[in-house]
Every structure is written in C-alpha cells, then in structure tokens.
C-alpha cells in the first residue's frame, strides 16, 4: 500500500540547491514554455530571495512564486507555478499571500503581472486577491507570435 500523502511545507526562500528541482517544476507547470535553464540560473542569483518555494513531502520543491523586488514602487509577479498532482490545495494562494505581503513590506504600491486571458484559474486567484485586468483588455503576441497576454495590476 502506498504511503499517505503528507501535506507540502510552508514556504522558504529559494538557494542554489533548488536549481534542478525549479526546473523540473517549471517544466510541469509550463510544459508549453517552460524557462531556459540559463533565465532560471540568473533568476535564482539575482532574485533567491524572492522566489518563494514550497517543498513536498518528499523534499522536492511543488511550486514557486516569483514577486520583483520593487522598483520605483512597482513589482511584477514574474512566475508563478505548482505541480500538477498538487494544485487545488491553496498552494498558490499561500505563496501569493506572502509575496505580496514581502513587497507591501518593501514599498510596492502596485503589482503587475500578465496572463493566459483563457487561463481561468489563474485569473480567478489574482481576481481573488484584488488584481484587476487591464481596461484595454488583452495585448496580442506580447509574449511572441499568438502568445496574447492580459495584463493584471494589484493595488497595496
Ligand atoms: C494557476 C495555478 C498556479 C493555481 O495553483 P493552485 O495551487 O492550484 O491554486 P490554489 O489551490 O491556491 O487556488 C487558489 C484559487 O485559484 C483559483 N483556482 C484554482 N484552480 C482553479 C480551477 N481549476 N478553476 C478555477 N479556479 C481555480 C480559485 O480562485 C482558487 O481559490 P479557491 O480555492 O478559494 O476557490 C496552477 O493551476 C498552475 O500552476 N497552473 C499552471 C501554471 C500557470 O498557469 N501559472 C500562472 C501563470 S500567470
């Protein structure tokens, strides 16, 4: 009989042990477009410590979050991803609440972010948490050919 499942941890900032465990979890976020390994190694130099992540039970990481430092009093949510088996459980909502908590801390003012504008349940969660799209709605191929994004801003 298999083990039971034990819930994930509470988040923790990334280091650079996390490396290979972030890109295996980016890429079964984002199967479609996951990072390169070098945007992902620069991150984690420039950014450790605000890429929250959330380790399994089994020690490797389910999902991050990405939240700027501010600049100018503006941060962006630059990723966001859990792993397929455990999304439904408030994981994201957890990371989010704290990123958005350290950059309310450090003077952000608005957050940004875009969005799949069919990606329904990550548009429910940042609507859930206050972020309101862009009136001009969605901005064709701003990710490349065919990839439109709609941008998101959150008010502290
Ligand atoms: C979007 C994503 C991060 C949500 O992660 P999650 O841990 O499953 O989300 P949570 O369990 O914390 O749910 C938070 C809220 O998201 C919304 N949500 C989550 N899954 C949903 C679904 N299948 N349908 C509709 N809304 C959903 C709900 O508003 C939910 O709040 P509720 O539970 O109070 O109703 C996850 O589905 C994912 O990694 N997707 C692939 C990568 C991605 O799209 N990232 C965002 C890029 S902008």
């Known amino acids: 009989m298999p083990a039971p499942s034990l819930p ?54 389910c999902a991050y979050v990405l939240a700027t430092p501010p600049y100018k009093g503006e941060s962006w949510i630059f990723s966001l991803g859990v792993a397929p088996a455990r999304r439904g ?27 799949e504008p069919g990606n329904d349940p990550a548009r429910a969660l940042y609507e859930s948490l206050g972020f309101t799209p862009d009136p001009e709605g969605p901005h064709a191929d701003h990710f490349g050919p065919g990839a439109h994004r709609l941008g998101m801003t959150l008010k502290l």
């Open 89 to 115: 459980k408030g994981l994201a909502r957890t990371l989010m609440t704290q990123a958005l908590e350290t950059v309310r801390a450090e003077g952000a003012s608005t957050v940004r972010l875009w969005v």
């Open 8 to 61: 994930p941890g509470l988040p923790r900032e990334a280091n650079g042990q996390d490396m290979s465990d972030l890109l295996s979890l980016d890429r079964a976020a984002f199967p479609d477009d996951p990072m390169r390994n070098s945007t992902l190694r620069q991150l984690l130099d420039m950014y450790a410590d605000h890429l929250l992540v959330i380790e399994d039970d089994d020690g490797h990481l």
